[in-house]
């Protein structure tokens, strides 16, 4: 668990459209210089007395440490139910209470291996500032976004700035390559002889993701997403089966444990039609005849 | 300055304000955000016997004012808890109430006869016995739903803890009536009582047209039941101000997420009271809810915390 952590009362910045998402900018003072890419905030939605009570959580999309604002936060936000509808109708200087820096970031190597990132929809918006960091280090970095259409695509211009190489794909083939990100991805890794493979999109990406890497002699590092209700470690809302080191599965928390896991450790097989069943062999599992 | 101090069947703590259990997980998450020092006391998640693993997700879904949980008591178990949890609490200086369960009575008191043994157990201010779980031997029916189970744990719990430490029963408010199983844990050794647990609810998902929770069914909290909360310790501190039963101290829990809030169930007649949900919404909320409460009092014109304890029965106007 990383231990830095804020809370403060940002005030909004800038509220752009962009495609079919919102990109937020608010101030968080002491945030930026906390976190790392893959870390995620979570905002209180509604007000003081708003009867929203749970916290949204968002990737952190980029952080200043200073500027015109003092520090600030971005993220990227689908509205989606009340909540994100909300945030994304906030206007400059209107307040939003943060938290953040939370959970742990995407894991860096130690060489300067050729990597690939892949983005599903805004699960893009943290592989930019991912992607600047590894370039940093020497790693060669391709990214391959998709998205259902083209409005949901993010950060395409932004990535062919932060990467050697971007590969883009839609469900309806509205840009780039007709198909899933699984479609081009394979290629893409078997080219670069990439060592990891970094993901943020929806879960059933992740696994895809984590599959034809795997295939490929390469590590996936995912970050999922999870229902999160306090979004720092006190609920257990957010846990799912993920294996140890040692080889034993346990309901982690994926918010302080995560969001960032190594892909292969996921128990993948244990979600299906929306719900993620307790498997057999986990720590704890309920043993015939009750608990 | 206000005294917050307050007294629970002998033990003195600094000022009223807890935790819930389950909703502050075992101290360091919240450390992060406020010294759980300040607190009052520090109420631990509820510690099993064995490790579990807890339900199937989604395991959440919110709700108008507040959400339905059902975590299925997942936790590490009690000698882990001992070993790593309540030993990090010992060592900053935490008091802690320790919350309890099992699967039988008896299971309740294998896992506080561990608790008892462990070198961290000079931090313990109290055993909270989450009597609204389950009783496995009695087909699963939750204990606090049936006063004789209550009492049977409660008898079990009072005799392995040692004397001084108090041991504090924690009721559902899903009963015809609370004053009964009240009454009944009271009479098998229970130094007081926290109200309330979660009250049972569903929530459907309008899309799939089918539960939204794994487990189907899950507990409502947040400031939607602070009505019901606040009933619950009304009426048995009523009860026990009639004589009904013995007096006992209550510690009030369910909605607060202000210091106002927290003072409505401290006029009912709670000596303590426990922060849950609303610690979801602002990692800061018990720290914050001890300050607002302080200044309540201060507002009141009294000195004391003491003097708030229960004041409504006595400015209630009889028709
Ligand atoms: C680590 C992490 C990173 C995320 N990053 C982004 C991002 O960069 N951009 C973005 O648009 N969205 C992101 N999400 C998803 C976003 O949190 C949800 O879309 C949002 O919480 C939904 O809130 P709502 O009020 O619109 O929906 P509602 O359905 O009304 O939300 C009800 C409750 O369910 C939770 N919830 C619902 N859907 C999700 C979900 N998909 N994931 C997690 N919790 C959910 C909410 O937090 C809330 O507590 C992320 C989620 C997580 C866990
Ligand atoms: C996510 C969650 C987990 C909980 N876990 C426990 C638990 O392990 N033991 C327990 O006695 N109560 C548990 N509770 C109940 C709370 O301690 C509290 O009694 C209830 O939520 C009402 O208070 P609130 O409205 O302030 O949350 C839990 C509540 C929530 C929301
Ligand atoms: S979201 Fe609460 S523990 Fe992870």
Redesign the interface.
């Known amino acids: ?1 990383s ?1 830095g ?1 804020v ?1 403060t009362p940002g005030e909004v910045v800038a509220n752009r459209r962009v495609g079919a998402y919102h990109h937020l900018t608010v101030t968080a003072p002491g945030l930026a210089e906390l976190a790392h890419p893959g870390q995620f905030a979570a905002f ?1 939605v509604g007000g003081e007395t ?6 949204r959580c968002f990737s952190i999309h980029r952080v200043r440490p200073t500027g015109t604002y003092g520090g600030t936060l971005d993220v990227v936000v689908a509205a989606h139910g009340p909540g994100t509808q909300w945030l994304t109708g906030l206007r400059t200087h209107d307040a939003v ?1 943060v ?1 953040g820096p939370l959970g742990r970031p995407f894991p860096l190597p130690a060489d300067p291996v050729p990597c690939v990132l892949v983005g599903g929809g805004y699960g893009s918006a943290p592989l930019f500032w991912l992607a600047e960091a590894l370039r940093e280090r020497g790693c060669p970095v391709e990214i391959v976004l998709g998205a259902a259409s083209e409005d949901r695509l993010f950060g395409v211009v932004e990535a062919r700035r932060s990467a050697d190489r971007v590969h883009v794909t839609t469900d309806d083939g509205s840009a780039g390559t007709r198909g899933r990100v699984t479609a081009v991805l394979g290629e893409v890794l078997e080219r670069t002889g990439a060592a990891v493979a970094y993901a943020c999109g929806p879960m059933a990406m992740l696994r895809a993701v984590t599959e034809v890497a795997s295939a490929h002699g390469a590590v996936a590092q995912v970050a999922v997403e ?2 999160m ?2 979004g ?9 089966p993920v294996t140890g080191n040692d080889g034993v599965t ?2 982690v928390r994926s918010c ?1 444990e995560g969001p960032v896991f190594r892909g292969d450790r996921v128990r993948w097989d244990a979600f299906a039609d ?5 498997p057999d062999d ?5 043993r015939a ?3 | 300055m206000v005294d917050m101090s307050t007294t629970l069947a002998g033990t003195v703590l600094p000022n009223p304000v807890m935790t819930a259990s ?4 075992n101290g ?3 450390n ?2 406020f010294p759980v020092t300040d607190l009052g006391a520090f109420v631990t ?1 509820t510690v099993m016997l ?11 879904a ?1 709700t ?4 339905l ?1 059902s ?5 590490p ?1 009690i000698d882990a808890f001992v070993e790593h949890d309540l030993a990090w609490l010992a060592e900053r200086g935490a008091r802690v109430l320790v919350s309890v369960a099992g ?1 039988t009575a008896e299971e309740f008191g294998e896992v506080v006869q561990r608790l008892v043994a462990s070198p961290a157990f000079s931090c313990v201010v109290g055993v909270e016995a989450n009597i609204s779980c ?1 009783n ?1 031997a009695n087909r ?1 029916l939750v204990f606090a739903c049936d006063p004789v189970s209550s009492e049977q744990v409660v008898r079990i719990v009072r005799t392995r803890v040692p004397e001084g430490v108090p041991v504090v029963a924690k009721l559902t408010p899903d009963v015809t009536d609370i004053v009964a199983v009240a009454e009944a844990a009271v009479r098998a050794g229970a130094d007081g009582l926290t109200m309330i647990n979660t009250l049972l609810g569903i929530v459907i998902d309008t899309d ?1 047209l089918r539960p939204q929770l ?1 487990g189907v069914t899950g507990g409502l909290s ?2 939607a039941v602070r009505p019901v909360a606040v009933r619950a310790v009304w009426q048995v501190v009523a009860a026990m101000r009639e004589g009904r039963l013995p007096t006992a101290p209550v510690i009030g829990v369910g909605g607060v997420r202000t210091g106002r809030d927290a003072l409505e169930l401290v006029a009912a007649g709670a000596a303590a009271v426990q922060v849950g ?8 909320a018990p720290r914050r809810v001890l300050a607002e409460l302080e200044a309540e009092v201060a507002r009141h014109g009294v000195d004391r915390f003491a003097d708030l304890v229960g004041i409504a029965h006595d400015r209630m106007v009889r028709p």
Do not use: Y
């Not at chain 1, 929306?274 to 307790?278: F, K, L, N, S, W």
């Open positions: 668990m231990a952590v809370q209180a708003s009867a929203t009570l749970l916290r209470d938290v999870e229902s209700a306090c720092v470690g006190v609920c257990m809302t957010c846990v799912m346990r309901m302080v929306g719900i993620c069943r307790v986990a720590v704890g599992a309920p005849g009750g608990h | 389950g909703c502050a997980a360091k998450e919240l992060r955000f998640k064995d490790p579990r693993s807890g339900r199937p997700t989604p395991r959440m919110e108008s004012s507040g959400m949980n975590i299925g008591l997942q936790g178990g699967n389950p496995v699963g799939l794994a947040g400031p949900t609303a610690t979801f919404n602002d990692p800061s």
